[in-house]
């Protein structure tokens, strides 16, 4: 499984993915939830069963609408929502 969409972090440790079709801006503003503090694009690899710790997260790009760009832990808080 290749999967591509967009992210935004919440208080650097909550990640939201959405498809391309959305803006940053709007899920932030639907949200509503706290501060917004990066978000970019982000690629996911892997078997796509639930609990499998051996997807692959790449982090990249930025977010124009909201002038932010990935964290480098980004990956990481991606990979173990994705994990559970």
């Not at 694009?41 to 078997?47: A, E, H, K």
């Not at 069963?49 to 990956?75: C, H, T």
Request: net charge positive.
């Amino acid at each position: 499984m290749v999967s591509n969409c967009k992210y935004i972090m919440l208080r650097g440790v909550e990640p939201v993915l959405f498809p391309l079709t959305l803006t940053h801006a709007t899920i932030a503003n639907v949200l509503n939830r706290g501060e917004v503090t990066s978000a970019g694009f982000v690629t996911v690899l892997g078997i796509g069963i639930q609990g499998n710790s051996d997807i692959m997260v790449r982090v990249f790009g930025e977010s124009v609408s909201l002038k932010l760009k990935p964290a480098e832990d980004d990956s990481y808080w991606i990979k173990k929502m994705l994990s559970y």
